[in-house]
């Protein structure tokens, strides 16, 4: 006879594991906690990516915003030239040379034209060379090396003073004062030419204020006159003249030239007095 069962009760093997369902719960749990926490995680990266993307993005654009200004007003009136300085003159007139780069007034310093600077400046022989400095916001600084002359060669026109490369710098009818007259062999593009100016180069100012006369056939027999005494000086070829020089000036003093007729220092190692 079957057993009945008690009301309410149920059998063993059909009542459900209550260990199995609080498991499944957990997991599920732990799975939704998980993806909670991934969320977050993925938006927190996200947001500091963003972030940082935006800091590099104004500091580019603010990099962007201060070249374009920048070169934006070096090309604009506000750094525009007002004026205009010559410097490194002794014998050139610096208002003169001024005046003649007025055209530059006006333009803003980045396009200053060097060209039309060069020509301007052509018209002044005495300048060798030169160059500009931009000072911001208004003045434009232009630094000139002028020509050296090395003395005065006899022409058809007059004297005519010319440098160490042969530029004529000026003429006069009459022989200018300070400069000695040069006496050189097939002119200018001679090398007894190039020789003689070497050699009047390399003289200390000293020595350079009393030479009256420069010679050279060759250039090898450069012969200096000095002042009113009409001392010649054999300084042979334009080799070693820095040392020559020293060895003349030491002999001028022992023997001045109203006490000397001759100085020979073609061998800087045994200048001679006569």
């Given at each position: 006879?079957?057993?009945?069962?008690?009301?309410?009760?149920?059998?063993?093997?059909a009542?459900p594991?209550v260990d199995?369902g609080a498991g499944?719960?957990?997991?599920?749990r732990a799975?939704?906690?998980r993806?909670?926490v991934?969320?977050a995680?993925?938006?927190?990266?996200?947001?500091r990516?963003?972030?940082r993307?935006?800091i590099?993005?104004g500091?580019?654009?603010a990099?962007?915003v201060?070249?374009?200004?920048t070169?934006?007003a070096?090309y604009?009136?506000?750094f525009a030239?007002?004026?205009?300085?010559v410097v490194?003159?002794?014998?050139?007139?610096?208002?003169?040379?001024?005046?003649?780069l007025?055209?530059?007034?006006?333009?803003?310093?980045a396009l200053?034209?060097?060209s039309a600077?060069?020509a301007?400046?052509?018209?002044?022989?005495l300048?060798?060379?030169?160059?500009?400095?931009?000072r911001?916001p208004?003045?434009l600084v232009?630094?000139v090396?002028?020509?050296?002359p090395i003395g005065?060669m006899q022409?058809?026109?007059?004297?005519?003073v010319v440098?160490?490369a042969?530029?004529?710098?000026?003429t006069?009818?009459?022989?200018p004062?300070?400069?000695?007259?040069?006496?050189i062999?097939?002119?200018?593009?001679?090398?007894?030419?190039h020789?003689?100016g070497?050699?009047?180069?390399?003289?200390?100012d000293a020595?350079?204020?009393q030479?009256?006369?420069v010679?050279?056939?060759?250039?090898?027999?450069?012969?200096?006159t000095?002042?009113?005494?009409?001392?010649?000086?054999v300084?042979g070829?334009?080799?070693?003249?820095?040392e020559?020089?020293?060895?003349?000036?030491?002999?001028?003093q022992?023997?001045?030239?109203?006490?000397?007729?001759?100085y020979?220092?073609?061998s800087?190692?045994?200048?001679?007095v006569?």
């Open positions: 006879m079957t057993p009945l069962a008690r009301p309410g009760s149920m059998d063993a093997a009542q594991s199995g499944l719960r957990d997991v599920w799975s939704r906690a993806r909670r991934m969320k995680e993925v938006k927190r990266f996200t947001v990516s963003r972030r993307r935006n590099w993005i500091v580019g654009a990099i962007l201060t070249v374009v200004g070169a934006g070096a604009s009136p506000l030239v007002e004026r205009i300085d490194g003159t002794s014998q050139l007139d610096a208002a003169a040379v001024t005046e003649a007025n055209g530059q007034l006006g333009t803003p310093l200053v034209d060097d600077v060069k301007a400046l052509v018209r002044f022989p300048v060798e060379s030169y160059t500009l400095e931009a911001p208004h003045d232009v630094n090396v002028e020509r050296t005065a022409t058809a026109a007059g004297f005519t440098d160490a042969g530029v004529a710098l000026s006069t009818p009459d022989a004062a300070g400069q000695p007259v040069l006496e062999a097939e002119g200018t593009g001679s090398a007894a030419f020789a003689a070497r050699v009047v180069r390399a003289l200390p020595v350079r204020s030479v009256t006369g010679t050279a056939s060759t250039p090898d027999d450069v012969t200096l000095l002042g009113a005494s009409g001392s010649k000086v300084w070829s334009a080799d070693r003249s820095a020559k020089a020293v060895v003349l000036d030491r002999l001028m022992k023997s001045p030239p109203d006490r000397a007729k001759e020979d220092v073609t800087p190692e045994a200048g001679v006569r």
